[in-house]
């Protein structure tokens, strides 16, 4: 399926918060932390062109003791912010006081945490707080890379009645070792496009990086996979940020990044789209040689499988296993495909037959 990517971008234009066509630039602070230093950003960003003023003034955080916001003290100076600025304001909001709280200032858009979009009674919560408001709502996905619980805090606004509901895709937590703090995991927030075409889908690179120097490209990846806007942490001076340091970027060095990124399109006017068609034609069809060899394989693997259940034998053979792997990872290697994708590719395709040998073990005779 194709995205169009301006398709979006014209509806967060109708909700007044965007230029149709262009990219929306949320940015600010992770957190509020003073008057100045929140008003200093925010006259700052405005020359850069951002749509929307971003700043945390409850802050989620994973232990006690670390800085958790500046509470309602900061709802003013976000009101100080629009009303020199004109720039338009969003919190983060994960309870039903904080949206009572946040409604009473005046804030223009508001977004779901994602360790709030992970909590089904958290989210109807503020969704029956939020009935009858006509006011953004952004939902971030939840911290485990659940795409049905995505959707299903997005669900919850949509039966109170919210109109304007668009996601944002931060990345998901990991045990593994990884460059992201949140590996971005894009297959979900694209199945998330694909059940959910209407929602406008906005890239949050700083949580998902963890680190500054991976913003720029975390954000070209994002634009093009056809989002429709960008999330990004800027504090005057990063490395003295009272929360997400690490991540932080001065106006001068988002100003940077935004300016260095490149808008494709999906199907941009006046260019032939014959060549693309044929290798698309040639693509389907070395498709349709993978899945036909893939039956091919599984029907062997079911045959293994009865000869395996006849003689008693295990269906996980560890030695024939790693032959498998180190033979293709070779083969791979001569072929310029990555270790980690033949090894993931073996993976599902063993994965696959265990299951099927699994089947046969357990027909009754
Ligand atoms: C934030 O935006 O500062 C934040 C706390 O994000 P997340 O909910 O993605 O962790
Ligand atoms: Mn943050």
């Given amino acids: 399926m194709t995205i169009d990517n301006n398709f979006n971008t014209k509806k967060l234009h109708d909700w007044n918060i965007g230029v149709n066509g262009n990219p929306l630039l949320i940015a600010g602070p992770c957190s509020a932390e003073t008057e100045e230093q929140v008003l200093t950003s925010a006259r700052e960003l405005k020359k850069i062109g951002t749509n929307i003023f971003r700043a945390g003034i409850w802050k989620p955080r994973t232990r006690p003791g670390s800085f958790e916001g500046v509470g309602n003290i900061g709802l003013e100076w976000l009101q100080k912010v629009k009303a020199e600025t004109g720039l338009l304001t969003t919190v983060e909001v994960a309870n039903v006081k904080h949206v009572y709280e946040s409604l009473r200032a005046g804030i223009d858009v508001l977004w779901i945490g994602a360790r709030t979009s992970a909590n089904p009674f958290a989210m109807q919560e503020i969704a029956d707080a939020l009935k ?5 709502v952004f939902v971030k996905n939840p911290v485990n890379p659940d795409v049905e619980l995505w959707i299903g805090a997005i669900e919850r606004l949509e039966k109170a009645g919210l109109k304007k509901i668009g ?32 929602i406008p889908m906005i890239c949050d690179p700083s949580h998902i990086g963890g680190k500054r120097e991976l913003i720029q490209s975390i954000s070209q990846k994002a634009l093009d996979l056809n989002y429709d806007g960008l999330m990004i942490e800027s504090h005057p001076d990063p490395d003295k940020a009272w929360s997400d340091a690490k ?7 988002l100003d940077i990044i935004v300016e260095s990124l490149v808008l494709r399109e999906v199907k941009p006017k006046g260019i032939s789209m014959e060549t693309l068609e044929d290798l698309r ?20 693997a079911e045959l293994i499988g009865r000869y395996k259940k006849q003689n008693k034998m295990t269906i996980l053979q560890p030695v024939r296993w790693e032959e498998i792997i180190d033979k293709n990872l070779l083969k791979g290697l001569k072929r310029n495909l990555s270790e980690r994708f ?3 590719l073996f993976k599902a395709i063993h994965e696959e037959s265990i299951a099927k040998q699994t089947t046969i073990m357990n027909e009754e005779v």
């Fill in 342 to 344: 033949v090894t993931k």
């Fill in 132 to 136: 009858g408001v006509d006011i953004p």
């Fill in 247 to 253: 991540q932080q970027v001065t106006v001068e060095t």
């Fill in 167 to 198: 996601a944002i895709h931060r990345g998901f937590s990991s045990y593994d070792h990884s460059i992201y703090r949140n590996p971005p995991q894009w297959q979900i927030p694209i199945e998330l496009k694909r059940k959910l075409p209407d």
């Fill in 281 to 300: 034609f040639k693509i389907d069809k070395f498709d349709n040689d993978i899945m036909d060899i893939i039956q091919k394989r599984m029907k062997v």
